[in-house]
């Protein structure tokens, strides 16, 4: 039977949506093939962070909380994982799809000499097999794949499992005991540039409006894009193409080498729906498309197009919007 760690995601202490669906991944785990679960969760002043965790049926909520591990640097935070999953006996360690678990779970399995398997989508059991779902090549491929060892690794994608019901019972909380001076110091936290925005992240909000080509600057990306974005209290994005351009920062590209999203709603406005970019979005619930090409692929996936110059309809749908 399972014996599964989930690793908990935040950022300075604000849970990341992300993790609930590595706890709901672990939920299905656990119905099929019995088991349990714990959480574990690393960082500074971690208190608040794993009351929020309680309700979700772990069997423990695990905290490691000291102020060296306030940063998430992938060496310390690896090798923690790698000791409580070896103290624990754990057989599977699992993150949500992100660039934080992709970080730290590939150093953590290798600290073990363990496999590991990224952007799982489905998980059952045969015969005493766990067998998962993987995307593949930019989500063209989805592998059906087995995971030989002891303890097996894994990330799954948010889209794919729904967030957790909330237990009866709260989780208790054990506090772990870390020699954080005796990890290792491969990496130093050098800062972080935060742009102050009001907006939140796509990876996490319900809604994303994400420009391409089809935008000519900076200005007109805030004014066209950041302005629709705003009157549905969205997410922004960002096609590679802006990116390349200079108009967009790295931080806000959707895709296979970007970030992947699965709103409920995706407004991708002048971007023609290159098989890279909708890698990142096509688990979207409702993926609308405003293009003033008929013909662009984009339309071969959206739910609703609409076939129009974006310097003329988006601020048309913002005033309508306002009203
Ligand atoms: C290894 C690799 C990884 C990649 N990773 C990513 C990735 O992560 N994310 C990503 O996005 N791309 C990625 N790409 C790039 C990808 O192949 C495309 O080049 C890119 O997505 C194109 O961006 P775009 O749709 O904005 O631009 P284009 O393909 O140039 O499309 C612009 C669209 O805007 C429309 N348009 C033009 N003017 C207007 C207007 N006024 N109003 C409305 N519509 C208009 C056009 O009809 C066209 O459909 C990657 C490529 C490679 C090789």
Known sequence: MPNILVLAEHDSGQLKQATLSAVAFAHKMVAEAGGSFDILLVGENMSGTAEGLRQYGASTVLVADYAQLKH???DKYAQIIADVAKERGVSMVVGAASTFSKDILPRA???LDAGMLSDVIDVRTADGDVIFKRVMFAGNVIATVKLDGDVKFL???AAAFAHPPKASAPSPVVTLRVEVDRLPAFSQY?????????????????????????????ED????IGG???ALGAAVGSSRALVDAGVTPNSLQVGQTGKIVAPDLYIAVGISGA???????????VIVAINKDPD?????????????DAYQVLPELVQKLGK
């Open 109 to 111: 399995a290798a600290l």
């Open 275 to 285: 098989i890279q970019h909708l890698a990142g979005m096509k688990d979207t619930k």
């Open 228 to 230: 629709l974005a705003d």
């Open 190 to 218: 050098g800062g972080r540039e935060n742009k102050l925005t009001s907006r939140p992240d796509s990876t996490e909000a319900r809604v994303v409006v994400s420009g391409g080509r089809a935008i000519r600057n900076a």
């Open 296 to 308: 662009a692929p984009i339309f071969e996936v959206a739910d609703f197009g609409l076939v129009g």
């Open 72 to 74: 998430p640097l992938g």
């Open 221 to 224: 990306f805030e004014r066209l």
């Open 155 to 157: 990330t799954v994608r």
